[in-house]
């Protein structure tokens, strides 16, 4: 009878061991991923900020749309001298920028806000744009801007 008791009590510690290692468990992982939710935390930019450029007057419009994780069309045309603005509608659920370190463009949308910001590319070629939020380049948020002449 005893020995029994020990036997059940034995079994009913080695289960709160398993409920608790299991209810604990994924807790090691916080903010480990890659694109976790902890990223808005360290990442210091925000929608609206300085980064953020304005819409210039009689610009050429691109629409592009941003999702985790990247950016519909990959592809933008734009003409030298002829001054652009960017519209970034951001359908996705983190918040996303579109970058193009070489004429020092960055238009930044919080989930579900679309921006505009222009600038006048000054010199031809094909130039990269990527989403500058830590981890979402990696993750596909890339594309080209062709600059004609
Ligand atoms: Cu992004």
């Known amino acids: 009878m005893r020995d029994k008791g020990l036997f ?8 709160i061991g398993l409920v608790g290692g299991l209810l604990s468990g994924p807790t090691w992982f916080d903010g480990a991923w890659p694109m976790g939710p902890g990223m808005h935390g360290w990442w210091a930019g925000s929608p609206g ?3 953020s450029g304005t819409p210039l007057p009689d610009a050429t419009t ?20 002829e001054p652009v603005n960017i519209e970034l ?7 996303h920028d579109l970058t193009i370190d070489e004429f020092g463009f960055r238009v930044v949308a919080g989930p579900g806000e679309t921006r505009t910001a222009g600038f006048v590319p000054d010199r031809a070629g094909t130039f990269t744009f ?20």
Request: glycine residues 12%; contains cysteine.
């Open 8 to 15: 059940w009590t034995g079994i009913a510690l080695v289960l």
């Open 49 to 51: 900020d300085a980064a």
């Open 62 to 81: 691109l629409e592009v749309r941003a999702t985790e994780f990247g950016f519909a069309p990959a592809e933008l045309t734009a003409r030298v001298g």
């Open 89 to 95: 509608r951001n359908e996705g659920n983190l918040l």
């Open 130 to 149: 990527y989403c500058s939020v830590p981890g979402h380049a990696q993750a596909g948020m890339v594309g080209t801007l062709r600059v004609e002449p």
